[in-house]
């Protein structure tokens, strides 16, 4: 994974130079014609020039390549062979006219759909969960979806026209298109981080269409969780005495932010959150695979650069849309069953918004799942009882349909 990154940043950074020399070698060229310079001299500028555009060319031509031949990789059972009924697949679709990209993965394609949401916005974790969720492909056809300004998606919508309502839409989109394809009723859906809100937004207008719902790292009020993310931080930072931070949150102000720097303004408390429990002994597998991720087949060479992107620039968009969004007030209501898997230690989604929302809300069944050793990604902390809960709650439980 790390040669594959160093190979993507050398073949980006390769491009743009090379790029700048041609440049500067055409402009030497009409330069040393404009002074009637000797035919070798000409001659051999303009085979340098020749030569760039071939290697530009070429560079364009592998990222195309890499672009075409992304694929996510085929199931295999216990005796390396692919069974009968399975599915593996990674494929364009349009949503509301705009081009999007899904993973579908599953031992048997007559088993329920479910999809998965991801953080961000603006995040992609379709290779995260096939790495770290593969078992639950032996009881659904398990969907990612790189949504608008996320990873392979990233084009999907001019960033500056992404809204909540395109997520809501979209999703909705999707939904109905898995139906049909897999010939189901409902389908089971589950979010992380960002996630988890875009999922309660799709079953309040769209209850219908889903059988249940988990919210993990749930969010709930998204301007009480900056502002006490950012006081948790500032806390962490004056208890280690690390003035460096101090000094950064306490100049940028308590959250929320507006404008061009809300991602890297927020990132200074949230990074230093994520470290603080990166380091927490009692969360277990803490932390993100990234460079495995971005590394994976799922992603050409122009998508690995969009997983940036996305996380950068249509997060900075689109999250100042959500300060107004707070579930105790707006989505008290909703006539689907939601679980809530939370990690004890998650410092980033406090839980305790989440148990506020369990006073007011009314569903058929709404219940938390504890995570003793999880912090935020209860997913990845503790991937094993995540996946026996979740196959729990959406497959043994009175309210499948």
Known sequence: MIQTLAFLILNVFSVAALVGILILAICRLIAVKK??????QITHLKKTAIFLVIVVVLNVGLVAISQHTAYTPRILDEKGNTPENSIAELTEIELNGREQWISLRGWDQSKPVLLFLAGGPGGSQMAA?????????????VVNWDQPGSG??????????????TYIQDGYALTEYLKERFTQEKIYLVGESWGSALGIFLIDSFSDSYHAFIGTGQMIDF?????????????????????ATVEQLEENGLPPYYGDNVTWKSAVYLNYLSSYMANNSAIHNPGYNTLRDIGSSEYGLLDKINYFRGIINTYNHVYQQLYSVDLRTDYTTLDVPIYFFLGRHDLNAPTSLVEEYLQVVDTPHTEIKWFEHSGHSPWINERDKFM????SCFLENEFQD
């Open 35 to 40: 002074k009637n310079a000797n035919p070798r």
């Open 223 to 243: 301007v009480e969780t900056e502002q006490m993310d950012y006081e948790k931080a500032l806390e962490i930072a004056n208890e280690k005495n690390d003035k």
């Open 152 to 165: 392979k998606s990233y084009y999907a919508e001019k960033t500056e026209n992404i809204s909540i309502e």
């Open 388 to 391: 026996e809960e979740l196959i």
């Open 129 to 141: 969960v096939r790495y770290e969720l593969s078992e639950l492909e032996k009881h659904f056809v």
